[in-house]
């Protein structure tokens, strides 16, 4: 597929961006109104035309109320919708907005009504549009925050959300080309101010592109960049699969429906990232708090390695004297006899 940031995308194009879903037996199309999902509207209807038994399209629109302008441009999706002969639900999220974190919120809740569609639907796929700039910003906001190799890996073309598949088929795509894809077809898109928005981060970073450009550091090279370290992720995680059963044949067990054990001095042999790793699944398998967060369990893993240190030359069961505890994300690590033991933790105590 030709690389030329300006020249609307084809149908052959579009064939080739949706083939690995032509067997699906139906998909949600996520629709706001701006450019980047309108034109995977477009595309996605004119290639189900061509298609003898393709999958049924549907295409939703979530309302989160926090612009008075979304309801109208709810109804202008649903228009052209009924234009391309795709079915349209509009969600709407109801109820209290959170004061702080409202973006992370809005998408959780965007995702969850779209979930809700396509298992009412059928579906086994919601389709988003992001795009390659998308791809280059969220590189950029997680570089920033910190984020381990797993969350430089930035967006996959599919993921599991709530019990259903996610895509983002156009994720090699740029933005400016689906604008151009509009132009030539003459479909008019939602400009959304939000987009804009200094307030929030991915304006700001949106900001820092051009200068970014003139550098060597384009959408293409962090979206490149951001493939590269999903590579290397997927290597990782073999490895630490690698780990578990080796873990295993040194009498790691699942030692209850709500804990993990394994041996201690089998789990120091193992390198750093894939100790920091399996440490995190056991945590995110029994917690009952939501995900760890990777800064807490780097903290946490230096702790065991600590201990683990202490009794290295000695008999590693002998940790078992020292009381190791600590609670995380609603899981409790122990260490005792030489055993790390990670297991639900008792509920807080709430205060009067």
């Known amino acids: 597929m030709p690389d030329d940031k ?21 998909i949600v199309i996520a629709v706001s109104g701006g450019p980047d999902s309108v034109a995977l509207m477009w595309l996605m209807a004119r290639w189900r035309r061509t298609l003898a038994h393709g999958p049924h399209l549907v295409a939703v629109t979530v309302d989160h109320g926090l612009r008075k302008q979304a309801a109208r441009e709810a109804r202008e999706v649903k228009h052209l919708a009924q234009m391309l002969e795709l079915p349209h639900r509009t969600m709407r999220w109801t109820g209290v907005k959170p004061r702080t974190g ?33 791809q280059a910003e969220t590189l950029l906001m997680r570089l920033l925050r910190g984020s381990g190799i797993a969350g430089l890996s930035a967006m996959a073309r599919e993921s599991e959300r709530d019990g259903v598949l996610l895509a983002r088929p156009l994720l090699d795509i740029p933005k400016s080309r689906l604008t151009a894809t509009l132009k030539r077809a003459g479909i008019d898109f939602v400009d959304d101010p939000t987009n804009r928005d200094t307030s929030f981060m991915r304006p700001r970073l949106r900001t ?29 995680e073999v490895l630490a699969d690698g780990a578990e059963r080796f873990l295993a044949l040194n009498n790691y067990a699942l ?10 001095a089998a789990f120091a042999a193992i390198p750093e990232e894939i100790r920091l790793r399996l440490l995190m699944r056991a945590i995110n398998a029994v917690a009952h708090e939501g995900p760890a967060e990777l800064g807490k369990v780097e903290a946490l893993l230096a702790q065991v390695d600590g201990l683990l240190a202490k009794r290295r030359g000695k008999q590693v069961g002998n940790a078992a004297q020292v009381g190791f505890k600590r609670t995380l994300a609603g899981a409790m690590v122990s260490i005792a006899r030489g055993r790390i033991r990670i297991e639900g933790a008792p509920p807080r105590r709430q205060r009067r």
């Open 255 to 264: 030692a209850a429906p709500n804990a993990r054990e394994f041996d201690a």
């Open 102 to 134: 409202l973006p992370a919120a809005a998408r959780a809740e965007r995702y969850r009504l779209l979930a809700k569609v396509a298992r009412s639907v059928g579906a086994t796929h919601i389709f988003t549009a992001h795009t390659r700039d998308d």
């Open 208 to 236: 820092l592109l051009p200068a970014l450009a003139t550098e060597g550091g384009d959408a293409r090279a962090l979206a490149r960049l951001a493939a590269r370290l999903a590579r290397a992720n997927a290597a990782v």
């Open 6 to 26: 300006q020249s609307p995308l084809s149908a052959l194009d579009a064939k080739r961006l949706f083939a690995d879903w032509k067997r699906a037996p139906a």
